[in-house]
Nanobody
Framework: QVQVAESGGGLVQAGGSLRLSCAAS????????MGWFRQAPGKEREFVAA????????YYADSVKGRFIISRGNAKNTVNLQMNSLRPEDTAVYYC???????????????????WGQGTQVTVSS
């Protein structure tokens, strides 16, 4: 069983920045693909960003490309999402997810991630 937990959400004005963190358990964290998704009220959960097991591959939704940066620290089993130039439309609950199949690259497919955190709220005011 792998546990995933997000932190760092909050309220920010448009144009501001927030940094989300995700901690995951598991002795083989360095073989997991990790992803961030978000869900706004009344909308489906959507892909935001993903990072390969080594960190050498990063992938972004078009809506956040150039503004968000995903990174990971395998020594501490953490994944971060630096969010810059935030917009009101970025308001959502943000979820961290893990694909624990070793060295299996996942990007935007929700069904490829087998463990999810509880989510953290991000609110961007205009």
């Amino acid at each position: 069983q792998v546990q995933v937990a997000e932190s760092g959400g909050g309220l920010v004005q448009a144009g501001g920045s927030l940094r989300l963190s995700c901690a995951a358990s598991g002795r083989t964290f360095s073989s997991y693909t990790m992803g961030w998704f978000r869900q706004a009220p009344g909308k489906e959960r959507e892909f935001v960003a993903a990072i390969s097991w080594s960190g050498s591959g990063t992938y972004y939704a078009d809506s956040v490309k150039g503004r968000f940066i995903i990174s990971r620290g395998n020594a501490k089993n953490t994944v971060n999402l630096q969010m810059n130039s935030l917009r009101p439309e970025d308001t959502a609950v943000y979820y961290c997810a893990a694909n624990t199949r070793p060295y299996y690259l996942s990007t935007d497919r929700r069904d490829e991630y087998d463990y999810w955190g509880q989510g953290t709220q991000v609110t961007v005011s205009s």
